[in-house]
């Protein structure tokens, strides 16, 4: 236990180390690219650090050491994007209330994600089955497809709330409050969902047991439903301060569409490889939706 603890423990180490150096190579590259729209800036520097992890990745063989970046990424990219050329002249406190959202769904995202990272050992079951897949090819693989394609995915998400942090805005109103109560209540979701589900992972007597009860008994992943929400309440906020960026609704449908056809049927057909009973729950319980069971 001892020896596995000094493991965990040296594995931690190595991710900040990556971490901080992934962060100086994004500040760099923004520093050094062309005056360009903060909007290209960011995008530029966030690739760049990208791959400053992916090279962790190939180091230590286990492109689990992106895991946390695409939860922590976003918290220096609304904080160049208020302080950057434009930000000076949005309305603060929903610039405030911006960035108080996002880093806490990103701390709380990437707690999540570290408790259950156990080290260098320890890889995600979906990269490992595309190592699988792609044998020889896994790290071009997992350059496009594990690195650049979530950072990419990420990064659109956030340009729903670039007009909020972005230029002159419309006084913090109503719509803002549902906004904020939208996000608030995602991320409570979010919380309720993991903690319940690690509580019943560790408890749980029998290996083929699933949970069924709690926030788990509204639908089959909860918790996606927690964190498509929450971008859609950050996209209100950017609606709310110019309504006029329509463009913007990329943001959350790009997240929605990552989750309702990507996420959710890969987890559902993880759990039918496992649990053949999961089936039943499919057609009975909605994937999202905190519906009544259908039939």
Not at 71 to 82: F, G
Request: proline residues 6%; aromatic residues 14%.
């Amino acid at each position: 236990m001892l020896d596995a603890s000094i493991s965990r423990a040296r594995a931690f180490a190595w991710l900040a180390v990556a971490y901080v150096v992934a962060l100086a190579v994004g500040i760099v590259t923004a520093i050094a690219v062309p005056a360009w729209s903060p909007l290209v800036v960011a995008l530029v520097a966030d690739l760049a650090a990208t791959v400053a992890v992916f090279g962790f990745s190939m180091a230590f063989d286990n492109s689990s050491m992106y895991d946390p970046y695409w939860s922590l990424a976003p918290i220096p990219i609304v904080l160049y994007w208020t302080f950057a050329p434009g930000g000076g002249d949005a309305v603060a406190l929903r610039q405030a209330l911006v960035i108080g959202l996002v880093a806490a769904w990103a701390l709380r995202l990437t707690g999540n994600q570290l408790a259950r990272w156990h080290g260098l050992g320890d890889e995600d079951f979906r990269y490992v089955d595309i190592r699988k897949k792609t044998g020889r090819f896994y790290w071009p693989a997992s350059l496009v497809s594990l690195h650049l394609f979530p950072t990419l995915w990420v990064f659109l998400a956030l340009l729903g709330a670039w007009p909020a942090l972005s230029g002159p805005g419309l006084r913090v109103g109503w719509l803002d409050l549902v906004a904020v109560a939208v996000a608030v209540a995602s991320i409570a979701i979010e919380t309720v969902a993991d903690l319940e589900l690690r509580r019943f992972m560790s408890s749980r007597r029998e290996r083929g047991a699933m949970l069924d009860s709690g926030i788990w008994a509204w639908c089959r992943h909860p918790n996606y439903l927690g964190e498509m929400g929450f971008w859609w309440g950050l996209w209100i906020l950017g609606y709310a301060a110019q309504p006029g960026r329509w463009w913007t609704l990329v943001g959350p449908l790009s997240i929605t569409l990552l989750f309702v056809a990507i996420s959710g049927p890969m987890k559902d057909r993880r759990m039918l490889e496992n649990h053949p009973e999961w089936a039943a729950r499919m057609k009975a319980k909605w994937a999202f939706l905190p519906l009544p069971p259908r039939g």
